[in-house]
């Protein structure tokens, strides 16, 4: 299944293909950042994704806690569409579903926390569950 989504103004914008057969499913972080943004991520390891900014300089790549997330926000109209994680040299995204453009079937929501979670324990649940073909370049 092929997604398409983009932050409101169109300066990051992705495309998903996802596995056939497999549900998407929304992971609500109960972090104040995701919640803040109003953020529902999904990610599966034989996904791939393909990210296109339209003006790098109007990317934020914010980090905080353990600073092993790239939470691409866009600058002009504050939008948070793509998190990337770099594990042992290889890159990890997960999309925010709140941004599909069009009708996606959604599975309910799964809440998730992640807090108290040990780094290495963190990168190795994203290479498992994110999604491990992600391609990111300017347009």
């Known amino acids: 299944m092929r997604i398409h989504g983009a932050c409101h103004c169109g300066n990051i914008a992705f495309d998903l293909a996802w596995p056939g057969g497999v549900a998407v499913t929304p992971r609500e972080c109960a972090c104040a950042f995701c919640r ?59 999309v925010n579903v709140r941004l599909f453009e069009g009708d996606v079937a959604l599975a309910e929501p799964a809440a998730v926390d992640f807090d108290g979670e040990e780094e290495g324990d963190r990168l190795a649940r994203r290479a498992r569950n994110w999604i491990s073909r992600v391609a990111v370049h300017d347009e």
């Open 36 to 94: 803040k943004h109003g953020a529902a991520w999904t990610g599966h390891p034989d996904a791939a994704v393909d990210v296109r900014v339209g003006d790098d300089a109007s990317v934020s790549r914010y980090r905080f806690g353990t600073r092993t997330a790239d939470f691409h926000v866009c600058a002009q109209c504050g939008a948070v569409p793509v998190c990337t994680s770099l594990v042992d040299g290889k890159t990890y995204a997960v």
